[in-house]
């Protein structure tokens, strides 16, 4: 246990320092999401509306930003070891691979909070959003919900590297697609329903509800914990997915002796 | 050789090779991906946010992503190519070469023009069928007119970007950071007149914002009378912005011959 927890924060201090913070999760944290804020926030003024929609255009803005930081610094490690000659290293040491991705990842999430935290001190800072009438455990337990989603989708994604190399370019192009499939900001009804069944599968749409119907204050309760059992059974699926596709690829390693794979 | 004769020789070769080499790790799928993938989702986004906030008709966002593509490949992809010689170590040998730098440095730009081009020809026909755009009233020729002046005025930022990425090591961040503020900056989602003053002084002093504003028109039905100020006010924009590259590259190269600035990153 000792020593676990010793791996842990060892682990996370070098990720925080050489991967995490760095010009790069500066775009993905804050400059990309305001500007999708600012466009959300001049299109709504273009409309007529007298103030943005706070819920959705700022504090919307922070969750793309949560989710593009994870998204990016989660799946590029694998790529950035094998550059730079770690990965060999990392295969070769009692550790496991998954262990360390799991570590790395929930580094990586943790970090990409202060992009909501950012969102949220702007809404409370400029637009006066106030968190009076909401049920504030309800609404960590879907914080909580929305966090454990984006773990469970980066170690799956991590481990995606290992069908090829190319597969890192596709998971670029997965950026805006569940952005725009889960609603991060706008509510998912905008949606046609046909383009509303696509993201069934994915857990961050789910936990995006639970926090909506908190923060909305206009969903029943038993929506609510529908939508956190939907976040919950659907990123854990994703969570043993990854389990079973690192055990192909440490399988692979043993079987073939080259890393060419991952 | 005839010096004009090599100039022009240099002048497409390296375009050629230079842009064969940014998309040589490419697939079909991957290329298209990332030539037609972002823009296409980022510009969904914007119109599903648009009809959240109230504002149903999506042409205005439609078009204004459509042309925003030659944008995005004259400014991020020249800006790759020309941090590219760096990062893969081609850089030295080049500035080591005899061969005369305008050809060399302009002509990155050729076929990123040509892409761009094409890109709004391929997106165009998806947007009519998806979107049913009404081009009964398009003035085409226009229309191509003022595309591929964006296409090319675009690049003088794709110049000024590719220094920059030779000179620091966050050069492909700031480059994407811009490319980012494009969508709100040069009248891509909305008018510039909805910016307020400060961000509207800088729309206006930035290449494409004004060609985008007269492709809008020229797909509105607009004649030349009316887009000419428009189209040279982009003129005049863009060449001074591929002067200013131009100008800053060489400068650049100045110094790194006294100083090796440009192999100490």
Not at chain 1, 75 to 92: C, M, N, P
């Given at each position: 246990?000792?020593?676990?927890?010793?791996?842990?924060?060892?682990?996370?201090?070098?990720?925080?320092?050489?991967?995490?913070?760095?010009?790069?999760?500066?775009?993905?944290?804050?400059?990309?999401?305001?500007?999708?804020?600012?466009?959300?926030?001049?299109?709504?003024?273009?409309?007529?509306?007298?103030?943005?929609?706070?819920?959705?255009?700022?504090?919307?803005?922070?969750?793309?930003?949560?989710?593009?930081?994870?998204?990016?610094?989660?799946?590029?490690?694998?790529?950035?070891?094998?550059?730079?000659?770690?990965?060999?290293?990392?295969?070769?040491?009692?550790?496991?691979?998954?262990?360390?991705?799991?570590?790395?990842?929930?580094?990586?999430?943790?970090?990409?909070?202060?992009?909501?935290?950012?969102?949220?001190?702007?809404?409370?800072?400029?637009?006066?959003?106030?968190?009076?009438?909401?049920?504030?455990?309800?609404?960590?337990?879907?914080?909580?919900?929305?966090?454990?989603?984006?773990?469970?989708?980066?170690?799956?994604?991590?481990?995606?590297?290992?069908?090829?190399?190319?597969?890192?370019?596709?998971?670029?192009?997965?950026?805006?697609?569940?952005?725009?499939?889960?609603?991060?900001?706008?509510?998912?009804?905008?949606?046609?329903?046909?383009?509303?069944?696509?993201?069934?599968?994915?857990?961050?749409?789910?936990?995006?509800?639970?926090?909506?119907?908190?923060?909305?204050?206009?969903?029943?309760?038993?929506?609510?914990?529908?939508?956190?059992?939907?976040?919950?059974?659907?990123?854990?699926?994703?969570?043993?997915?990854?389990?079973?596709?690192?055990?192909?690829?440490?399988?692979?390693i043993r079987i073939t002796g080259e890393l060419s794979s991952i | 050789m005839n010096p004009v004769k090599r100039w022009i020789r240099l002048y497409f070769i390296q375009a050629w090779f230079s842009y064969r080499a940014?998309?040589?790790?490419?697939?079909?799928?991957?290329?298209?991906?990332?030539?037609?993938?972002?823009?296409?989702?980022?510009?969904?986004?914007?119109?599903?946010?648009?009809?959240?906030?109230?504002?149903?008709?999506?042409?205005?966002?439609?078009?204004?992503?459509?042309?925003?593509?030659?944008?995005?490949?004259?400014?991020?992809?020249?800006?790759?190519?020309?941090?590219?010689?760096?990062?893969?170590?081609?850089?030295?040998?080049?500035?080591?070469?005899?061969a005369p730098r305008s050809a060399v440095f302009i002509g990155r730009a050729f076929f990123h023009i040509i892409d761009g081009f094409i890109a709004v020809l391929v997106a165009l026909p998806i947007a009519i069928l998806?979107?049913?755009?009404?081009?009964?009233?398009?003035?085409?020729?226009?229309?191509?007119?003022?595309?591929?002046?964006?296409?090319?005025?675009?690049?003088?930022?794709?110049?000024?970007?590719?220094?920059?990425?030779?000179?620091?090591?966050?050069?492909?961040?700031?480059?994407?950071?811009?490319?980012?503020?494009?969508?709100?900056?040069?009248?891509?989602?909305?008018?510039?007149?909805?910016?307020?003053?400060?961000?509207?002084?800088?729309?206006?002093?930035?290449?494409?914002?004004?060609?985008?504003?007269?492709?809008?028109?020229?797909?509105?039905?607009?004649?030349?009378?009316?887009?000419?100020?428009?189209?040279?006010?982009?003129?005049?924009?863009?060449?001074?912005?591929?002067?200013?590259?131009?100008?800053?590259?060489?400068?650049?190269?100045?110094?790194?011959?006294?100083?090796?600035?440009?192999?100490?990153?």
């Amino acid at each position: 246990m000792r020593d676990t927890l010793r791996f842990a924060l060892r682990q996370i201090s070098v990720q925080l320092q050489i991967r995490t913070f760095n010009l790069y999760s500066l775009l993905l944290f804050f400059i990309q999401p305001a500007i999708f804020s600012a466009v959300g926030m001049i299109l709504s003024r273009a409309a007529g509306n007298a103030k943005p929609d706070l819920i959705y255009t700022v504090i919307g803005g922070g969750i793309l930003g949560m989710w593009s930081g994870m998204l990016f610094t989660s799946t590029y490690d694998i790529r950035s070891d094998r550059r730079d000659g770690i990965l060999e290293l990392l295969v070769a040491s009692p550790t496991p691979l998954r262990r360390i991705e799991y570590v790395r990842t929930f580094t990586n999430i943790a970090a990409s909070l202060v992009s909501l935290l950012m969102a949220i001190g702007a809404a409370i800072a400029i637009f006066g959003f106030t968190f009076a009438g909401m049920n504030i455990l309800l609404l960590l337990l879907a914080v909580g919900l929305l966090l454990y989603s984006l773990w469970c989708l980066g170690v799956f994604l991590a481990n995606f590297l290992a069908w090829s190399r190319l597969s890192g370019s596709l998971v670029d192009f997965l950026e805006l697609p569940i952005a725009f499939l889960c609603g991060f900001m706008y509510p998912i009804r905008v949606l046609p329903e046909w383009l509303q069944w696509i993201s069934v599968v994915v857990p961050v749409r789910w936990a995006l509800q639970a926090l909506d119907s908190i923060l909305l204050k206009t969903t029943k309760l038993d929506n609510y914990w529908f939508f956190i059992s939907m976040s919950f059974i659907t990123a854990t699926l994703f969570w043993l997915l990854s389990v079973w596709f690192n055990r192909k690829v440490d399988d692979h390693i043993r079987i073939t002796g080259e890393l060419s794979s991952i | 050789m005839n010096p004009v004769k090599r100039w022009i020789r240099l002048y497409f070769i390296q375009a050629w090779f230079s842009y064969r080499a940014l998309f040589a790790w490419s697939t079909p799928f991957n290329y298209i991906a990332s030539k037609l993938g972002f823009p296409f989702f980022s510009m969904l986004l914007f119109i599903f946010l648009g009809q959240s906030v109230g504002l149903n008709d999506p042409v205005y966002i439609v078009i204004g992503n459509i042309l925003l593509l030659p944008s995005l490949n004259g400014v991020m992809g020249i800006s790759m190519t020309i941090g590219g010689e760096k990062q893969f170590g081609a850089l030295s040998y080049l500035l080591g070469s005899p061969a005369p730098r305008s050809a060399v440095f302009i002509g990155r730009a050729f076929f990123h023009i040509i892409d761009g081009f094409i890109a709004v020809l391929v997106a165009l026909p998806i947007a009519i069928l998806v979107f049913h755009l009404d081009l009964s009233q398009t003035n085409f020729l226009l229309l191509a007119l003022c595309v591929l002046l964006v296409c090319i005025t675009s690049t003088g930022l794709g110049f000024i970007m590719g220094v920059v990425t030779l000179l620091s090591r966050d050069g492909w961040m700031i480059t994407s950071t811009l490319a980012l503020a494009f969508y709100v900056l040069i009248g891509v989602n909305f008018p510039i007149e909805a910016l307020p003053g400060w961000l509207r002084g800088i729309s206006l002093s930035l290449p494409m914002t004004r060609g985008i504003q007269a492709a809008r028109m020229a797909l509105a039905g607009a004649d030349f009378a009316t887009l000419a100020p428009l189209i040279a006010g982009e003129i005049i924009i863009g060449a001074a912005y591929i002067l200013f590259g131009f100008a800053l590259f060489r400068g650049v190269e100045q110094i790194s011959f006294r100083n090796g600035a440009l192999d100490n990153l």
